[in-house]
């Protein structure tokens, strides 16, 4: 397991502005000598963009209950590797969840019933279809896209900050 540091980025950024292209013992005795000025390097890089760096950090999260239409507009996010819940092996007959926008619940009673009654609806059809002997890999199409789900997804620090920058409101 590699140890993110800002030592470790230092060190990447440093090579890259090394002058020094004939040994790699000129370069790591080179490195050992700038340990006071690393955040202030990685900042900078930051600032000035460049960020190729931030390639060699990787973070990998889980995302619990995520929607499946989440699920469509995050996978657009391709330099990402995601590994989801699979709705073709597993029978969600008894485990289904269902997420409920934010803006349903500024909205009147008789709506909220009404978008979890069209839920209900869909888990009962395929519970039946599953009950009928219809494999729960064919019966999942009715389930709808607000069935929670979870989700592995990893990247590299570069494509995290630009995927913030652009999925986060403000």
Same mark, same amino acid.
């Given at each position: ?11 990447? #950024? ?12 000129? #370069? ?66 008894k485990i289904g ?72 409101c403000g």
């Amino acid at each position: 397991s590699e140890h993110y540091s800002d030592e470790y980025l230092s060190r990447l #950024v440093r090579i890259t502005y090394s002058e020094k292209l004939n040994g790699k013992q000129d #370069v790591a005795s080179q490195l050992l000598d700038y340990k006071k000025q690393d955040s202030n390097l990685i900042s900078n890089c930051v600032k000035f963009n460049h960020t190729s760096i931030l390639e060699h950090v990787n973070y990998t999260f889980m995302i619990e209950g995520a929607s499946r239409s989440l699920l469509a507009q995050i996978t657009r996010h391709r330099l990402f590797s995601f590994t989801s819940g699979s709705q073709h092996y597993i029978d969600y007959s008894k485990i289904g969840d269902f997420e409920t926008p934010i803006e349903l619940l500024n909205q009147p009673i008789e709506v909220q019933e009404k978008y979890q009654e069209s839920l209900n609806v869909s888990m009962s059809y395929y519970k039946e279809l599953i009950n009928q002997g219809v494999d729960h890999s064919v019966a999942r199409q009715v389930l709808p896209n607000a069935m929670r789900n979870n989700l592995i997804m990893s990247g590299n620090l570069r494509e995290w900050c630009h995927f913030l920058n652009l999925r986060l409101c403000g």
